[in-house]
């Protein structure tokens, strides 16, 4: 049986943006597969929202993007901070659908490039039915899994996420062990390595 990482993303978030292609290489570098799940982050609850906001929440959003256009320039991608505190909860169940369809890679890399270049609008479900034509996935289900199952599969994956500890993404669950960040990767990968899963 092929070792399971668990990992939880959320395409708004820059972060988990960052760690995409690092990700992948886990499952390219080790005899792993990685079970993507969708982890909504409610960016209000511990950032406020955007009139609420005081000066130290500020800084800390400005200083965030900074830090991540940073290391976006040195890749040579574009990173644009979001025009609002969006709802993504529609464009995370299509990670499930996308999952479905084992298309997750290809789904993620289309999603997070439009979204930090300002060209898709996440909470319109059109646009997200356009970035899973573009991934090659048939979207002509979709509605009927975002408002059926995919909704309810959804929200408790985000209560089961928090019963496990997670507050954060991207968020790797290695036999129940939580690494939250995308620089915990080095260790992720350390511990594949002793577990002697290279490839």
């Keep these: 049986m092929m070792f399971k990482l668990i990992h939880y993303t959320d395409y708004k978030s820059p972060y988990a ?104 609008d996440v909470e319109d479900r059109a646009q997200v039915k356009q970035a899973l034509l573009q991934a090659g996935i048939d979207e002509s289900s979709f509605d009927a899994f975002a408002d059926g199952p995919g909704g309810v599969i959804h929200d408790k994956i985000r209560e089961e996420a928090e019963s496990q500890g997670v507050f954060g993404v991207p968020a790797y669950l290695v036999e129940g062990e939580l690494f939250w960040g995308g620089e915990k990767i080095p260790e992720i990968r350390a511990l594949l390595k002793e577990k002697g899963l290279e490839r």
């Design 17 to 120: 943006y960052l760690a995409l292609e690092d990700t992948l290489k886990l499952e390219n570098d080790f005899r792993i597969s990685i079970d993507w799940w969708p982890y909504t982050l409610d960016i209000p609850s511990y950032l406020g929202d955007v009139e609420s906001r005081d000066a130290h929440q500020w800084r800390k959003v400005k200083y965030a993007y900074m830090d991540c256009r940073r290391i976006a320039n040195k890749r040579g991608l574009i990173l644009k901070g979001p025009k609002k505190i969006y709802d993504s909860r529609d464009v995370d169940i299509a990670l499930l659908y996308a999952k479905e369809q084992n298309a997750v890679p290809a789904f993620s890399r289309v999603v997070f490039e439009r979204f930090f270049n300002h060209s898709i």
